[in-house]
Nanobody
């Protein structure tokens, strides 16, 4: 059973940085795409970033391009989301997700993902 455990959330002032981690276990991750989503209070869960485990190809939501970076450590089977220049609008619960066996375009929709973590809260104050 694949398990995803997020960590690294917390409170930060606008302009600050945080790094989220997603520790993955229970699977063979060579053919996985690993994504980050977020859900703000009263809003739908939205795509943030994705990385293809094999090759490291990435894609980002327009709202975070140039500020957030997704990367992986294959030895630790961990995916990270480095978040810089944080804004109050980035406040949300951040979820890690895994999509299995996809080819072609990197997945950006919730229904394309097979496994989810429990989420970690990020609060950005102005």
């Amino acid at each position: 059973q694949v398990q995803l455990v997020e960590s690294g959330g917390g409170s930060v002032q606008a302009g600050g940085s945080l790094r989220l981690s997603c520790a993955a276990s229970g699977g063979t991750f060579g053919n996985y795409d690993m994504g980050w989503f977020r859900q703000a209070p009263g809003k739908e869960r939205e795509f943030v970033a994705v990385i293809r485990w094999a090759g490291g190809t990435t894609n980002y939501a327009d709202s975070v391009k140039g500020r957030f970076t997704i990367y992986r450590d294959s030895a630790k089977t961990t995916v990270y989301l480095q978040m810089n220049s944080l804004e109050p609008e980035d406040t949300a619960v951040y979820y890690c997700a895994a999509a299995v066996g996809r080819i072609g375009v990197l997945p950006k929709h919730r229904y394309e993902y097979n496994y989810w973590g429990q989420g970690t809260l990020v609060t950005v104050s102005s």
